[in-house]
């Protein structure tokens, strides 16, 4: 009995550990600076288009649950919301690499920690 | 003796090839494999196939690939940086692709490719090998920029199973595929212009035109009809000035 208590606790301590804690993602983005950001402005953003013609939503579309499509390789993308996709923001290394590539694929730069943040939170609670 | 056993050796060896060349599924397949080998390679699927149908290695030389996987190419990538940040995912890449590459493939579609590629060339497009270009050359230019198409490298917009690698002509589904055949006539003919349908022998009749107005947007409209063997249909093509007819 013991036993299965504590392989209980120990699989519920290791989920919990692998969860990601944004605060400490943010602040190893923003160099531990005091940065403005929020879900609305992320929302905002989204649809801005800093270059003509590109913009978070020309491929992931403005309702986040639902499915997105490459603007230039028409290659379906799977929801970014967690309600519809549960994989999402999962992985660190993950969310890092895409912010990345995609920053530099809509803006032709990496995006400043305001913007990702801002991003990222809208993404979570959308 | 001995040449009577071989005879009859001969002869059961000789039936049974027959047999299986007649199947699908056939022994001879071994060397004879259809298509291109489908991807067996996660990290490939997740880093490249995220942005693009994931082309099969088998589409393109060793070559090819080792010049599209350099810092060089990958930081232009046809118009976009996807440099990889750690080169161990790079490599890992590399080396699926260029130990599957279709110079390296036993599949027939890939030996074909890269048999159509003199020595000295190593495109970084799949559509850029002749064997590709050849495939696709009688398609007109108005199916290939319809907007559910875009472009030869959309593969799957009308390679149905190009997933599991297979290329067949029996697979492919062209979107507007008849639209496409009679174009010009719905361009330059007149109300009741009669014609056959290239490919396909069936007639058709232009039978009247209209201009459909919605909100802003003008379109030009036909009604076709079309007679098949023992079939009767009506359709109406409609495109915007300098259009595709849908």
């Not at chain 1, 983005?29 to 003509?52: D, F, H, R, T």
């Not at chain 1, 390789?73 to 999402?88: A, D, H, M, Y």
């Not at chain 1, 920053?103 to 032709?108: M, N």
């Not at chain 2, 990889?84 to 890992?92: H, L």
Request: one cysteine or more; charged letters at 25%.
């Amino acid at each position: 009995m013991n036993k299965i208590l504590l392989s209980i606790i120990i699989y519920i301590a290791s989920t919990n550990i692998l969860a990601i804690d944004f605060n400490k993602l943010y602040k190893g983005w923003s160099n531990n600076q005091q940065v403005s950001y929020s879900a609305s402005m992320g929302k905002e953003l989204w649809s801005k288009e800093i270059l003509p013609g590109k913009s978070c939503k020309s491929c992931h579309g403005s309702d986040l649950t639902q499915p997105g499509k490459h603007i230039r390789t028409n290659k379906i993308i799977k929801p970014l919301s967690l309600k519809s996709n549960p994989e999402r923001l999962t992985k660190e290394k993950k969310i890092n690499k895409w912010l990345k590539r995609n920053c530099k694929f809509t803006y032709k730069r990496e995006c400043s920690p305001e913007e990702k943040i801002s991003f990222i939170e809208f993404i979570r609670f959308n | 003796m001995t040449k009577k056993y071989i005879s009859i050796g001969l002869f059961f060896v000789l039936i049974f090839a027959a047999i299986q060349s007649k199947s699908d599924y056939n022994l001879l397949n071994i060397f004879n494999k259809r298509g291109v080998q489908v991807i067996e390679n996660t990290t490939y699927q997740e880093e490249c196939g995220a942005c693009h149908f994931d082309y099969q290695p088998g589409l393109l030389p060793e070559r090819s690939w080792k010049k599209l996987m350099t810092n060089d190419e990958l930081l232009n990538h046809f118009g976009e940086d996807v440099s990889f940040d750690d080169s161990s995912t790079a490599n890992k890449i590399i080396k699926y692709l260029t130990l599957n590459a279709a110079d390296k493939s036993s599949y027939n579609r890939s030996k074909k490719i890269s048999r159509s590629l003199p020595s000295h060339q190593s495109p970084l497009r799949i559509t850029n090998t002749p064997y590709i270009k050849r495939k696709h050359h009688g398609i007109s230019k108005e199916l290939i920029t319809q907007q559910s198409v875009g472009s030869l490298s959309n593969c799957t917009a009308c390679h149905n199973n190009a997933h599991k690698g297979d290329y067949d002509d029996d697979s492919v589904t062209i979107p507007n595929i008849k639209a496409g055949l009679i174009s010009i006539e719905l361009n330059t003919q007149k109300d009741g212009y009669v014609g056959i349908v290239k490919s396909t022998n069936e007639s058709f009749k232009i039978i009247s035109t209209k201009i459909s107005s919605n909100l802003s947007v003008k379109k030009l409209c036909r009604v076709v009809s079309f007679k098949g063997n023992d079939e009767f249909s009506v359709r109406t093509y409609c495109k915007i000035k300098g259009g595709f007819w849908h």
